[in-house]
């Protein structure tokens, strides 16, 4: 697998979304509470809980303060937005048709969100303000119903950072799992898992990283597998890690620009490989 292993959990994630039975939802518009912690807001992000007071399909979005403001009408603005993400829904379906793939996710598990979640908006400007929205949508119908919620956040300095990693490998009778563990779980990271083969296309594990990180600036809106917050884990058994393959995990603070150094680590996978707990990762 010549190919970052973290890359591929989004795909992992639709297919398993789609064997799931259908979800029970209400078709009835319900209260939404936006929920955000403002110690979890940085300059170029922040983490947001989504509280529907019932099991309801939703879209949860972000704008600049100043660009929301010039939407006017709250149903037009979530009729909108529901005619928007359905036709980038049904772009994305016929791609996979065309390369006839197994199998077409629906509008709702591919679109939009259901339950309780959280998430990260990232690629944020700061010291700005944005609202954070969230809506009922009725996927048979493919139209918004009820109120729209808002919640009006506000980005701060950007700051420096002193965040250090370890690593853990723990054998479980699922697999082995692979668990980064950052120093400060309020700061934002990026972390990637590549094979060696890969690395030897750039000169130094920094200008992976660089490229890496810029690839994430070119991304806007939620992104839950690259920035992330905290401990994060991983079956490597899962995702198409090879037997006897050499790894390198990469990982640095991140919020908008890289903050710390660039820090690695490697590893020979193996369902037989031996546990290990908080090894350093370091700077090469």
């Given at each position: 697998m010549k190919k970052s292993i973290l890359y591929i959990?989004?795909?992992?994630y639709v297919i398993m979304s789609a064997c799931n039975p259908k979800a029970e939802y209400s078709v009835k518009p319900v209260k939404i509470d936006i929920i955000v912690d403002t110690t979890s807001i940085t300059a170029a992000s922040a983490k947001v809980d989504i509280v529907p007071q019932e099991d309801v399909y939703y879209y949860c979005g972000i704008s600049a303060l100043e660009t929301f403001n010039n939407?006017?009408?709250?149903?037009?603005?979530?009729?909108?937005?529901?005619?928007?993400?359905?036709?980038?829904y049904l772009s994305w379906r016929k791609e996979l048709l065309v390369e006839s793939s197994p199998y077409v996710a629906s509008f709702s598990s591919h679109s939009l969100g259901y339950g309780k979640d959280s998430r990260i908006f990232s690629n944020l400007e700061e010291n700005s303000e944005y609202v954070v929205y969230a809506f009922c949508v009725?996927?048979?119908?493919?139209?918004?119903?009820?109120?729209?919620?808002?919640?009006?956040?506000?980005?701060?300095?950007?700051?420096?950072s002193s965040l250090t990693f370890a690593y853990s490998i723990d054998k479980k009778s699922e697999g082995i799992w692979f668990t980064i563990e950052p120093s400060n779980d309020e700061e934002t990271y990026i972390i990637d898992i590549t094979d060696l083969e890969s690395l030897k296309w750039y000169s130094s594990v920094d200008e992976y990283f660089q490229a890496l990180a810029y690839l994430y600036s070119q991304m806007s809106g939620t992104n839950d597998n690259m920035l992330i917050r905290g401990f994060?884990?991983?079956?490597?058994?899962?995702?198409?890690?090879?037997?006897?393959?050499?790894?390198?995990?990469?990982?640095a603070g991140y919020d908008k620009s890289v903050l710390t150094p660039v820090y690695s680590a490697s590893f020979i996978f193996s369902e037989d490989m031996e546990e290990k707990a908080h090894v350093p990762?370091?700077?090469?």
């Amino acid at each position: 697998m010549k190919k970052s292993i973290l890359y591929i959990l989004p795909i992992l994630y639709v297919i398993m979304s789609a064997c799931n039975p259908k979800a029970e939802y209400s078709v009835k518009p319900v209260k939404i509470d936006i929920i955000v912690d403002t110690t979890s807001i940085t300059a170029a992000s922040a983490k947001v809980d989504i509280v529907p007071q019932e099991d309801v399909y939703y879209y949860c979005g972000i704008s600049a303060l100043e660009t929301f403001n010039n939407h006017g009408y709250d149903f037009r603005f979530m009729q909108y937005m529901v005619d928007s993400i359905y036709s980038d829904y049904l772009s994305w379906r016929k791609e996979l048709l065309v390369e006839s793939s197994p199998y077409v996710a629906s509008f709702s598990s591919h679109s939009l969100g259901y339950g309780k979640d959280s998430r990260i908006f990232s690629n944020l400007e700061e010291n700005s303000e944005y609202v954070v929205y969230a809506f009922c949508v009725n996927p048979d119908a493919v139209a918004p119903m009820g109120e729209l919620f808002c919640k009006v956040i506000e980005t701060k300095d950007t700051t420096t950072s002193s965040l250090t990693f370890a690593y853990s490998i723990d054998k479980k009778s699922e697999g082995i799992w692979f668990t980064i563990e950052p120093s400060n779980d309020e700061e934002t990271y990026i972390i990637d898992i590549t094979d060696l083969e890969s690395l030897k296309w750039y000169s130094s594990v920094d200008e992976y990283f660089q490229a890496l990180a810029y690839l994430y600036s070119q991304m806007s809106g939620t992104n839950d597998n690259m920035l992330i917050r905290g401990f994060h884990s991983v079956n490597l058994s899962k995702v198409g890690a090879i037997e006897g393959e050499e790894y390198v995990v990469i990982a640095a603070g991140y919020d908008k620009s890289v903050l710390t150094p660039v820090y690695s680590a490697s590893f020979i996978f193996s369902e037989d490989m031996e546990e290990k707990a908080h090894v350093p990762l370091v700077v090469k």
